[in-house]
């Protein structure tokens, strides 16, 4: 019988620091990294330029109040009722005499977080289902150096870990080629809007029209824009006008009306079938999903015609990506796996402030495609790594084979785009190299793939007088947090307490940003919902976990 500890091995991937670049320079391995040196070290392929020493705590500062959103209507006692998620384990930690490998797809998703923090806007705790590590890490920006000349540049640091002793916390980060706005490919952008009658919930199917409005003023002459919509049957309701055609879009967004059932797949299929009559080729072929997810007829119960759809759409070079609304009578499922199988992403605007940030801020990342199957591999040297555990993207795991074989699809990367890994890693007697980072990935067009492989040299790995920069510091919090939600084992010993001196031991500087400042304000509320007894104190509340028991990998 396995232990409660006996969960999914998956894959990693939360967004980290900018401190240690990975080159291309060799160097000398032995020379030490003088503690507080802020002059970068080059050192096997990697550059080390240290950030600033936290010496002490800045006074904790007031928190932003959170929104008072639209009250939800009670069903059943319950206030977000029919939210359909699914739980995909937490990673086990993994003895490097059995596996030296991980290996997972890229995600550079962030529905979970902000799923999370309207959870919590509301007072209510998030299911531990709908909380995925990567995207609570990849919510945050953390200021990595771009490529010079490569696709990617590649950032390690590790540190000792605050929570598990005897461990580090290693974090690799992957920095996606930047773009500039005006160089993006031209879009044929084609939305597929949902206006059934959960749509009218909430006011979901108006913050869509708000963010259409938004990204309307973004777009070039260049562009052109088709809107599909579907209830109980699919219509659409404007063919592809280039996007200096602004008052007859904005027309068409303003008619939109909600009614009927949801008939998604048609809606999708008729979708598609606009951006293939109107293919750019060499541009960028997208259509975008705006809905909460739910399907009561036109899909089966597997959901398998419409993936077929969406995987073979995505060979020919139209993708999907998937904008969630709504709270409660949501899938969180469906809309995941859309995005993941249409070479896409998937994102939950649950505010005008979030679209503004994904058709606004972040429009180029979001529609222009550098790379695609993009797979992430970590070889740990089994001489000097004992044990190693990801964090998150459990659902990304790729088996060790998988990593070179070009016919396995991963996940694709926009221009200026950052991914990252966070493992906790435990050293045998000393600190030594720790391993490789390899990057395999295709180019836009697919083909064959490229890879980069640089080391990971023990001169990343910050002694304890050494504090981590603080971006690291931050992923660290995000991290923490979202494993706290979800009930992880390897955080049981880790109080909010903690977490909330460990955000306000942030630079003031980083704290005072937008997003930095709703996290601490979001590690509150959360600390003020979660009831939740410890599954695995077995009644002995003060029980310390064994941070080097290795669960059996289901």
């Known amino acids: 019988m396995p232990s409660p500890l006996c969960l999914r091995a998956g894959r990693l991937l939360a967004l980290v620091p900018v401190l240690y670049l990975i080159t291309g320079c060799a160097s000398d391995a032995s020379a030490p990294r003088p503690a507080g040196s802020t002059d970068p070290v080059q050192i096997e392929e990697i550059t080390v330029t240290p950030g600033p020493i936290l010496r002490q705590r800045d006074e904790p500062e007031s928190l932003p109040a959170l929104r008072d959103p639209t009250p939800l209507r009670i069903v059943n006692d319950d206030p977000v009722p029919d939210m359909y998620f699914e739980h995909y384990g937490v990673n086990p930690t993994i003895d490097t005499e059995e596996e030296t490998t991980s290996t997972f797809s890229i995600d550079v998703d962030s529905a979970s977080y902000s799923l999370t ?19 609570f890490v990849n919510a945050f920006d953390y200021a990595y150096t771009p490529p010079r000349s490569d696709m990617f540049s590649l950032h390690a640091e590790a540190f000792p870990s605050p929570n598990r002793p005897g461990y580090h916390l290693l974090h690799l980060g992957v920095q996606g080629r930047e773009i500039e706005d005006r160089d993006r490919k031209p879009a044929n952008l084609v939305f597929v809007i949902d206006v059934s009658g959960s ?38 309701i404007l063919q592809p006008l280039g996007a200096a055609e602004r008052r007859t879009i904005l027309r068409a967004i303003d008619s939109i009306q909600a009614s009927g059932s949801t008939n998604a797949q048609a809606g999708i299929e008729l979708g598609y079938r606009m951006a293939a009559d109107h ?28 993936y077929e759809t969406v995987r073979k759409q995505a060979e020919r070079g139209i993708t999907i990506s998937t904008v969630g609304f709504g709270m409660g009578n949501y899938n969180d499922i469906l809309m995941e796996q859309l995005a993941q199988l249409g070479d896409g992403n998937y994102a939950y605007v649950d505010r005008r402030r979030e679209a503004k940030r994904l058709f ?34 459990e659902n990304r795991h790729l088996e060790r084979e998988e990593f070179d074989d070009d016919r396995v699809d991963a996940g694709e990367v926009g221009a200026g785009h950052a991914v990252t890994a966070l493992y906790e890693i435990k050293f045998r007697n000393v600190i030594a190299d720790i391993g490789w980072l390899r990057v395999r990935f295709k180019g836009p067009e697919g083909g064959s793939s490229e890879l980069i492989e640089k080391p990971i040299p023990a001169s990343i790995v910050h002694r304890p007088d050494d504090p ?69 104190a077995n009644g002995q509340s003060d029980v310390a976990p064994d941070f080097d028991r290795v669960p059996v990998l289901e």
């Open 279 to 306: 293919l750019l080729p060499g541009g960028i072929n997208r259509v975008i999903l705006c809905s909460d997810g739910v399907a009561n007829n036109g899909i089966s119960t597997s959901a398998d015609g419409i």
């Open 360 to 393: 606004v801020e972040e429009l180029t990342q979001t529609l222009q495609v550098i790379a695609k199957d993009v797979k992430i591999q970590v070889e740990f040297d089994p001489k000097t790594i004992a044990r190693f555990r990801l964090l998150g993207y």
């Open 468 to 536: 981590a920069s603080p971006s690291v510091q931050l992923a660290y919090v995000a991290a923490s947090f979202a494993e706290k939600l979800r009930g992880s084992y390897w955080v049981r010993t880790v109080s909010y307490r903690q977490l909330r001196d460990r955000y306000a031991a942030l630079p003031r500087s980083l704290r005072r940003r937008e997003e930095v400042r709703e996290l601490g304000a979001l590690i509150k509320r959360a600390e003020q919902l979660d009831q939740r007894p410890d599954r695995f």
């Open 117 to 135: 923090r309207a959870y919590l806007e509301r007072s209510q705790l998030v299911p531990e289902a709908a909380v995925r590590v990567e995207e």
């Open 199 to 236: 749509m009218d919930i909430e006011n979901r199917l108006g913050l869509v029209k708000q963010s259409l409005r938004l990204l309307i003023d973004e777009l070039r002459p260049s562009d052109t824009v088709g809107i599909v919509v579907y209830g109980t049957r699919a219509e659409a």
